[in-house]
């Protein structure tokens, strides 16, 4: 039996000081259930994705359930850092192919920025080993820093290179009205801004956001009757990678991506060059290049040349609604918002990032620095 | 297709700063490998039940897997306040019959008292709502004084009768050598002890706890390969409850509760008098009161008097392994513990408090002061 996404909704990522969690959170829930064309009360189950330990008010899920008028439906949230909502919809497909529930809500949704930037920084840090790392200063930077100095002592990576992809990704972002930032920048400008943790620079680094993303999921039968466009979750892949760099062989891949695509792209039966559109997880710039290589859009190594066929024309159209990099990483919502991007793509309503006749689209989320990656395929 | 349980394991609860908490999940991982004849490669995915909030360090799933040696398998962590193991089961059985996993392994784990206890306090009374009752000076303690004033206004229940609930779970905690507490107590001294947040006193509440418990979920086929015992999940509800006091229209039933344990009745096919043996959400002894009412063994009013039906030879033994009130409370391992105590009892493995004969368990996990319950129905 398929599953299938019949209802999407966004909300405008960035500093929203305007709204409580729980408002963000039914921004994206009304559009989603306008866009399913159903009711609240056709919901069987709702999964919410997020990371609990940024907000004070706890256990979130049950301020959002009575907010958005779901009781007494059941509802929980799934947490596995940054991949947080590609696990919730990993749980709805399991729900719906299980025969548990018709149509399961999947929300993801974060607000990080009524925290100061200082608290933020430690929180996340703390997703990596508080024994024997943290002491050390790893704060999410730090990690990736290690990854991009690897990258590029091993195969020659460039700073140039790293820049080129905050560049295509600002490109894009400028044409989402959604995106925390809308302008596009200059090379010359990513190169000099300042050293965040060495090699990555500012234009390097995602942003730290708030925002939410909603999923309306079904089965073959409802999908169909639901929607003319139904988008069907055609490979799901999910896997881990050791958590302290300690035992990682290797720090230039994160073989919890490797892993995932390939369960991903087997459970398809495609490969990654059948691909036509994909959302990665580029925390940092250097992370998309990785992405490249661990996805294997790109030959080992050579990730770092790819860039200019990651924008629409070239091989693989990568995060053309502006990416982490441009739209800001709310941590909980990226999973379903990357979704939404894919199946904005496949529906062929993505505007002015449109890749003409995309039929396949891929989502790639990390979380952490790597502990965990969720890969899930579409296709229309 | 049938989701069986094939493995078991149980930490000794209590104040365990003896370990940190990869090794505490080591325990009762190792005891349920062991149990059901597998070895750690034979595990599909991973299911943490765990509230994230008590712990420094945050999304514990990643170091759990790297010590238990399940890289690169994946596992995700699932957050209901204190049902987060039980949805953490929910999560299994979906993956399960969805035939996206042939095992599961679904691990409950919370370390608590690392933390002062009125950090711990401040922590948990965050599950309830911060933005209108917080202010008031709502900690758990207080939302189940609440319940109680409730109950006894309208019920005419009384502090001796809770103070029996207490005297019952203790009773039986004394057999229990995982529990926290292993003493016998009178009435007397229950009911002399100090308020804690009045009706309630010492010996109505639960401990908070540090501990661990696992369970090995398997399908149909594999769960007759490996045990000569199989226990199968044959009902299974999940519910909420609105999330403010303000908005539920009586504070004396959790009407999650009622919800999810009718869904679970109608799937397994019984009501609740066919049940030989309960394990339910003694958080507070009012909550176990409540339970016999909302769950069906006693008539609405009545689970006052009901308490001397709960041992064994009466109507339905209920916490006979001690409860949360004997045990300790670890918030994510309570679930999983409540399980393992059933399984224990279908399997006929519950030495002292056997009850003769058990065929049909249930287990009623609350998450937060109601607006969650999960209830599972297990046969053998």
Same mark, same amino acid.
């Given at each position: #039996? ?7 909704g966004h909300s405008r990522f960035g500093?929203r000081?305007?709204v409580?969690?729980?408002e963000l959170a039914f921004e994206p829930f009304?559009e ?7 009711? =609240?009360? !056709? ?19 049950? +301020?959002?359930?009575?907010? /958005?008028?779901?009781?007494?439906? +059941? ?33 993801g949704v ?5 925290? +100061?930037?200082?608290?933020? %920084?430690?929180? #996340? ?26 990258? #590029? ?6 700073? $140039? ?17 959604l995106? #925390? ?10 190169? $000099?801004? @300042?050293?965040?943790?060495?090699? %990555? =620079? /500012? ?7 708030d925002g939410s993303a909603a ?29 302290? %760099?300690?035992?990682? +062989? ?28 994909? $959302?990665?997880? !580029? ?24 860039? $200019? ?11 053309? !609604? ?8 709310p941590?909980?919502a990226?999973?379903?918002s ?8 496949? @529906? ?7 890749? !003409? ?24």
């Amino acid at each position: #039996m398929k599953v299938g996404i019949v209802g999407i909704g966004h909300s405008r990522f960035g500093r929203r000081d305007d709204v409580t969690v729980q408002e963000l959170a039914f921004e994206p829930f009304v559009e989603a259930l306008n866009d399913a064309g159903i009711a =609240r009360k !056709d919901i069987g189950a709702t999964i919410i994705g997020a990371s609990p330990v940024y907000m004070t008010q706890r256990s979130i899920a049950g +301020p959002i359930t009575e907010y /958005l008028g779901l009781n007494p439906q +059941p509802v929980w949230l799934t947490e596995a850092a940054c991949s947080s909502s590609a696990v919730a919809l990993r749980t709805a497909y399991a729900l719906i192919s299980a025969g548990m529930h018709e149509i399961v809500l999947v929300l993801g949704v974060q607000k990080m920025l009524e925290n +100061p930037t200082s608290e933020v %920084l430690k929180i #996340m840090g703390r997703s990596g080993d508080v024994q024997w790392e943290a002491p050390y200063g790893t704060t999410f930077a730090n990690y990736y820093a290690m990854y991009a100095n690897s990258h #590029m002592a091993k195969y020659g990576t460039t700073s $140039e290179q790293m820049a080129a992809v905050a560049v295509k990704n600002h490109y894009y972002g400028a044409m989402n009205p959604l995106a #925390m930032f809308q302008k596009e920048i200059t090379i010359e400008r990513a190169l $000099e801004s @300042r050293i965040i943790a060495s090699p %990555l =620079r /500012l234009f390097d680094c995602c942003a730290n956001a708030d925002g939410s993303a909603a999923l309306i999921v079904t089965n073959e039968e409802k999908a169909k009757q639901l929607s003319d466009t139904p988008i069907w979750i055609s490979g799901l892949g999910a896997a881990t990678a050791p958590f302290s %760099l300690l035992t990682r +062989p290797e720090l230039a891949t994160l073989s919890s991506a490797v892993e995932a695509s390939n369960i991903a792209y087997n459970q398809a039966k495609i490969q990654a060059q059948d691909i036509d559109v994909a $959302e990665v997880h !580029d925390c940092f710039t250097i992370a998309e290049i990785m992405a490249y290589e661990d996805l294997g859009f790109a030959e080992r190594g050579k990730g770092g040349e790819f860039v $200019e066929e990651a924008y629409i024309g070239g091989k693989v159209p990568i995060n053309v !609604d502006g990416g982490l990099k441009a739209k800001g990483h709310p941590v909980g919502a990226t999973g379903c918002s990357q979704v939404v991007g894919i199946v904005k793509q496949l @529906r062929e309503e993505a505007g002015k990032s449109q890749v !003409d006749g995309a039929e396949i689209g891929l989502t790639h989320n990390v979380g952490g620095h790597g502990q965990y990656c969720v890969v899930h395929i579409f296709s229309r």
